[in-house]
């Protein structure tokens, strides 16, 4: 009887503990990382320049980027006051973990409180590519339509927060998002659900308050 290698779990196996050595990276420069996944045009970035806004004067926040190319989100978000380094996968529709290990080589991470890691949109493949943050946030816009978190269930359950962005647009464009909070829970009754609006800034602190930061120690 021939000899037989399942391929695909030894490669699942294989990226999960690369994820794991990213984790341990993370603790030992003692910096907590957020993973912010959705798809293209969801609010991603928006939501994530809004917290760096709240959140720059009290914590050293590091920002990594993947995009399929250029450097545009890196560009916005550095416009803010952070440090920032972009991705690119050159058509990989998802970041991995040694895209990571690459882009922080040369990075000193214990000079950071915080590290936010904004994924290639997708709402697929970067979900079964775990990169050791110790948050992942799925943002969802209400103009991606109300059957978004049934259609894509797997991603909803693994996620540990629940972004539900462009709220202010839901009367305009006749979208129910209590029905999408409804359906978010019903599949992850253990995410918190958070209703953001990054124009109108509803939600912004909700959703910090949701995301356990560090607790720093207020200089006397």
């Known amino acids: 009887m021939p000899q037989l290698i399942s391929i695909k779990k030894d490669i699942k196996q294989k990226y999960l503990d ?46 990594l980027g993947g995009d399929v190319a250029s450097t545009l989100d890196a560009e916005r978000v550095e416009k803010h006051g952070i440090d920032a380094i972009e991705i690119n996968t050159g058509g990989i529709c998802h970041l991995e973990p040694d895209h ?26 970067p979900f079964s590519f775990p990169l050791g943050a110790h948050k992942r946030i799925m943002i969802v816009s209400v103009a991606e339509g109300e059957d978004k978190f049934i259609k894509h269930p797997t991603s909803t359950r693994v996620s540990d927060i629940i972004v539900i962005s462009k709220v202010d647009l839901a009367d305009k464009i006749g979208v129910n998002v209590e029905k999408m909070k409804e359906d978010a829970k019903s599949l992850n009754p253990k995410a918190p659900v958070v209703e953001v609006s990054t124009v109108t800034g509803q939600g912004i602190d909700d959703l910090i308050k949701v995301m356990e930061l560090p607790q720093k120690v207020e200089s006397v």
């Open 100 to 125: 990571i290990f690459e882009a922080l080589k040369n990075v000193d991470l214990s000079k950071y409180d915080i590290v936010f890691i904004e994924n290639v949109g997708n709402l697929i493949c």
């Open 18 to 63: 690369k994820a794991q050595m990213l984790r341990q990276l993370y603790d030992k420069a003692g910096v907590k990382v957020y993973e912010f996944l959705g798809s293209p045009g969801s609010g991603k970035t928006s939501v994530i320049e809004a917290l760096v806004d709240r959140l720059k004067d009290k914590y050293k926040i590091l920002y």
